[in-house]
T-cell receptor
């Protein structure tokens, strides 16, 4: 069964420091991978995706993610965190072998950036 | 995302009542989805629709029904609400073109409380 794991419920980082939000997946075959962010009282917003090609994907708001096939991971990163990055982050995977290609979401990681 | 709107934004109701949550989109997308979000569980798919005549159950459809009144409108109904349906509900859309690659666009959510 396909699944996504976000092992940390919360990540705390000081403003200006690099941040990493972890995601690992378990699917059959090659997946399409996505990161979404949810700000308070808002819906999820798309950040970035990995489809194929370069393992380092750049997205919105200075975020990037690295696809690592051998470790089945797709960690979200940012070189210098901002207080405004504080939000709930979701990793999602779309397995290629499902006719519907639905999204499977992780449980979310709350990022708290302190001033 | 203002292109996907949900009404109401908040609703408190009692056990046994019928509730309808509405979703409208101006993105011109064919595909629409309903998810529920529960703390610690991420997002789970309730129903999805590829077009007006194509509606499918997701992973947690029991107790819910949907109606796709038009390409732009997708409603979720709880025929007889129960307390464990208390959750945050999201509508989402995606483009049919290269559907497997495409991100989904989310509405702001409806917070439903069933007493």
């Amino acid at each position: 069964a396909q699944s996504v794991a976000q092992p940390e419920d919360q990540v705390n980082v000081a403003e200006g420091n690099p941040l990493t939000v972890k995601c690992t997946y378990s699917v059959s075959g090659n997946p399409y991978l996505f990161w979404y962010v949810q700000y308070p009282n808002r819906g999820l917003q798309f950040l970035l995706k990995y489809i194929t090609g370069d393992n380092l994907v750049k997205g919105s708001y200075g975020f990037e993610a690295e696809f690592n096939k051998s470790q089945t991971s797709f960690h979200l990163k940012k070189p210098s965190a901002l207080v405004s990055d504080s939000a709930l982050y979701f990793c999602a995977v779309r397995p290629l072998n499902t006719g519907f290609q639905k999204l499977v979401f992780g449980t979310g990681t709350r990022l708290l950036v302190s001033p | 995302d203002a292109d996907v709107t949900q009404t109401p934004r908040n609703r408190i109701t009692k056990t046994g009542k019928r509730i309808m949550l509405e979703c409208s989109q101006t993105k011109g997308h064919d595909r629409m989805y309903w998810y529920r979000q529960d703390p610690g569980l991420g997002l789970r798919l309730i129903y999805y629709s590829f077009d007006v005549k194509d509606i499918n159950k997701g992973e947690i459809s029991d107790g819910y029904s949907v109606s796709r009144q038009a390409q732009a409108k997708f409603s979720l109904s709880l025929e007889s609400a129960i307390p464990n349906q208390t959750a945050l509900y999201f509508c989402a859309t995606s483009d049919r073109e290269l559907a497997a690659y495409n991100e989904q666009f989310f509405g702001p959510g409806t917070r439903l409380t069933v007493l």
